[in-house]
């Protein structure tokens, strides 16, 4: 490891050129995350017909430009869905996210700065959290609290607390006996003050980066719950009960699935690139 | 198998003959589906790969209405009386013959001699009366039910071996024909000990019958194994083929996937699948693939609407539902031809049908004027409210039934239009047994049964059988509409079948004049085989028989 002033000029020249170069793998992940949230915003901007009712007459129509997605067995517009789905899916992965990372955020803190006995405590829970499998854990939370898109959310977001932890102790560890904290102390600054001014804003660059990572996966979690009937009830239009739903006819109907999916992965890619790039601006 | 090091001469011979069997098959699968009328004389030999939409659950035999135990009950397990599928007549099969008193409280029958068990016991007539005591009355200690084919049943008496009496205590007309139904698979002894665990899944190979074939493997789940039993030779007289069965075996495996499972016939992994999804019929067939889709003869797939209910008390809104769905959108949209539209509570195909089609008419207008005058005011395009309470109903997702998501979602489509909230209950088999027997939760149910006699109706609504209307309040067995139970209960102690039709078109009458069911359909039970699959029959409520079945290739 390079000391941290070497490291920070290092950052500084490399973002400097990074401005000069435009990425355009990046431009267009956020393009895609910025469409997709517009999505869940205005969706009534991006279609006019309405995702839950649908016209028999035009049931398992093939993507035209009409349909830009095909219809449902139902007639019900698969684009249209897919839209006013987006809310259902960016709201459930903001609320993942934020509930691993405040309550990791909290865990990794106290474990990292008290120290002792109350780190190794904390450290054997969040030891224990990972050895269960995430969806297992995801489901058995969800049996506890009931269906439901915000309870799928939570789920997935209980999952990721101790990953959320585990990352922010160790940076907490890190800077904690940094020369800056150590003189911050010596100067008489009272814990808490120091902690919240010195150490929590230094630990968290890493953190932030991760949890666009996590963005993406927890829309993959809530999709996967969904797919397996645990997320929003039917008919509301969520990305992974619409694929569920269209499983079954893949050999006749490929758009039922396959559009969805691929929206859902567009998504999580993107989230995936937008995190790289922070991770790298470290 | 050893590996030999052929001569010269026998490889040429095995090459020539390599290539005529090629040859052969290329020739069949072009012919095959073509033209059924060119087949030869039956092929003995070859196993059949049949794959099942759902795990059964229980090999009791009054639990074998569900479709995946009885098609493996079909197989194992002969029954007394034989029901031609075609005439619904009811024929000789293990009773040579039987006969009843005036008032349908006495039944002889006179059994075949030579008729033993796969262990080896004899079916005489002490192991019979054994069978249907534990029928007729169940076993609440073994937590063995009751067959709901069978009604007033008291004791039963050994007369001499071949010769056994049953005594009811009340009229029981139906009983000759609940004899030969899948719920009256004749089971050796020893098995009727078991306990309803003993006959749960993973406990295949205990089930021992007389059938044409035996469980020789299970695992738990996704596979079953059948094999032939060599000495059979007492298949029902009227069925042309005797002896044993053509095929060596049957592999059943199951695959829950619609999609898997046509994937498989079509690609030659299966010769027969059963629960083809309307979606796919066109592209099964296209593919030169037979479709056998059979009726099921008894009450059709249906709404039940749970009148004790706060919401459906009110006969208009029971009424206004009927009004507001559109059964013909939903069959052209979801089904094919193979699901014709229903006319009744009952099938067409069912005994004792009565035509009620004037009762059932798509008239929206119609409903939104009924849901006015019952109280249940919308603003524009919203859902309908009274008092403070939104008109929003919960029916549960029949997920052995075809396509029952889809069809719901529709419904409740067509319904939205008229102000109503359908909400559909999708959820894992325990929650979903505990919502269906409470009507708060689950207010409208969906289902149907099939028997081809005239007490399938009494089957699906009476209170102590299916109580599908939750006429009886599980918490409390309190009766919700005693007429409707004393018409039910009518239909199985009439003697005469013109009593017991009549007594079926009173219940029918009265469901429909108080507009308690909404019929869709006339459900099949869609079947699909390859070309080469020859002799595949069903008995009388669609569940397949392989007794016939061989493989022309």
């Keep these: ?282 | 198998m050893a590996l030999r090091i052929p001569s010269p001469r026998f490889a040429a011979i095995l090459a020539l003959s390599t290539a005529a069997i090629l040859l052969a098959g290329c020739a069949d699968t072009r012919t095959a589906g073509s033209d059924p009328a060119a087949v030869g004389a039956p092929i003995t030999g070859g196993t059949a790969v049949y794959l099942e939409q759902q795990t059964y659950t229980n090999l009791y035999p009054p639990a074998a209405g569900f479709y995946p135990n009885g098609g493996i009950m079909n197989q194992i397990a002969d029954r007394l009386v034989y029901q031609d599928p075609e005439t619904l007549e009811l024929e000789p099969w293990i009773a040579t013959e039987w006969k009843t008193n005036e008032t349908a409280t006495e039944y002889t029958f006179t059994l075949r001699s030579d008729v033993t068990f796969s262990d080896g016991t004899p079916l005489d007539a002490a192991a019979v009366a054994k069978n249907f005591d534990l029928y007729g009355r169940g076993d609440a200690d073994r937590a063995l039910t009751v067959s709901e084919a069978i009604n007033n049943y008291d004791h039963s008496e050994v007369v001499d071996a071949s010769t056994v009496k049953f005594f009811f205590s009340k009229p029981s007309p139906g009983f000759v024909q609940a004899t030969s139904t899948i719920t009256s698979g004749l089971l050796s002894p020893k098995t009727l000990d078991l306990t309803l665990e003993g006959f749960g899944a993973g406990n295949g190979e205990d089930i021992i019958g007389s059938g044409p074939f035996t469980i020789t493997g299970e695992k738990i789940g996704t596979e079953l194994t059948l094999a032939a039993r060599e000495d059979y030779a007492w298949g029902p007289p009227s069925v042309e083929h005797q002896g044993r069965a053509y095929l060596d075996g049957i592999q059943i495996i199951v695959t829950p996937e619609d999609s898997v499972r046509v994937g498989s016939l079509l690609s030659g992994q299966a010769d027969l699948i059963r629960a083809v999804e309307a979606q796919d019929e066109k592209q099964v067939e296209a593919a030169g693939f037979e479709v056998y889709a059979p009726q099921t003869n008894g009450v059709n797939n249906s709404l039940n609407l749970r009148f004790r209910h706060g919401i459906l008390s009110d006969i208009r809104v029971r009424q206004a539902l009927l009004a507001g769905i559109n059964r013909q959108e939903v069959i052209d949209t979801i089904y094919t031809a193979n699901y014709p539209l229903a006319t009744s509570t009952l099938s067409k195909t069912a005994l004792g049908y009565v035509d009620e089609s004037a009762t059932l008419v798509y008239d929206t207008a119609k409903a939104e004027k009924l849901l006015d005058e019952a109280g249940w005011t919308r603003t524009g395009d919203g859902i309908r409210t009274k008092n403070g309470q939104k008109l929003t109903l919960v029916v549960n997702e029949a997920a052995p039934q075809p396509r029952s998501f889809e069809a719901l979602t529709l419904i409740s489509q067509q319904l939205a239009k008229i102000g109503v909230d359908l909400q559909i209950l999708k959820a894992d088999a325990g929650t979903y047994a505990e919502a269906i027997q409470d009507a708060d939760r689950v207010q409208i149910y969906h289902s149907i049964v099939g028997r081809a006699d005239y007490d399938v109706i009494k089957s699906q609504y009476y209170s102590t059988n299916r109580n599908v209307l939750l006429n009886r309040n599980p918490q409390d067995n309190s009766i919700g509409d005693p007429k409707l139970e004393t018409l039910l209960e009518a239909v199985a102690s009439k003697v005469t079948p013109a009593e017991r039709a009549a007594a079926d078109k009173e219940v029918q009458d009265y469901l429909a004049a108080q507009a308690y069911v909404i019929p869709l359909f006339e459900e099949p039970q869609v079947y699909s085989a390859a070309g080469y699959v020859q002799g595949f029959g069903f008995e009388s409520v669609a569940r397949p028989s392989f007794y016939n079945v061989w493989l022309n290739k």
Aim: hydrophobic share 55%; aromatic share 8%.
């Design chain 1, 1 to 282: 490891m390079t000391s941290p002033l070497i490291e920070r000029t290092d950052a500084a020249a490399t973002a400097g050129a990074r401005l000069r170069r435009v990425q355009p793998t990046l431009v267009l992940a956020i393009l895609v995350l910025v469409v997709v949230l517009a999505w869940a915003v205005a969706p009534g901007f991006f279609t006019p017909v309405d995702p839950v009712q649908g016209d028999a007459a035009a049931a398992l129509q093939a993507p035209s430009f009409r349909h830009l997605f095909g219809t449902d067995a139902t007639g019900r517009d698969m684009f249209s869905r897919t839209v006013y789905g987006a809310i259902h899916s960016l709201s459930g992965a903001i609320i993942a996210v934020t509930v691993g990372l405040v309550l990791g955020t909290l865990i990794g803190v106290l474990a990292g700065s008290i120290g002792g006995v109350a780190d190794d405590i904390l450290m054997r829970l969040v030891d224990v959290l990972l050895a269960i499998p995430a969806l297992l854990l995801a489901l058995s939370i969800i049996i506890l609290l009931g269906f439901g898109t915000t309870n799928a959310a939570f789920a997935v977001g209980i999952t990721s607390v101790a990953a959320f932890a585990r990352l922010v102790r160790s940076e907490v560890v890190r800077v904690r006996h940094s020369d800056y904290v150590e003189a911050a102390f010596g100067s008489g600054g009272r814990y808490l003050a120091v902690l919240v001014r010195h150490v929590l804003p230094n630990s968290l660059t890493p953190v932030i980066a991760y949890a666009a990572l996590h963005f993406g996966t927890a829309i993959l979690a809530i999709s996967t719950l969904g797919f397996l009937g645990y997320g929003a009830p039917p008919p509301t239009p969520e990305w992974g009960l619409m694929i569920a739903e269209g499983r079954n006819y893949v050999a006749t109907s490929w758009w039922l699935t396959t559009l969805p999916g691929l929206v859902v992965v567009l998504v999580v890619v993107s989230a995936n690139r937008l995190s790289a790039a922070l991770a790298s601006r470290r």
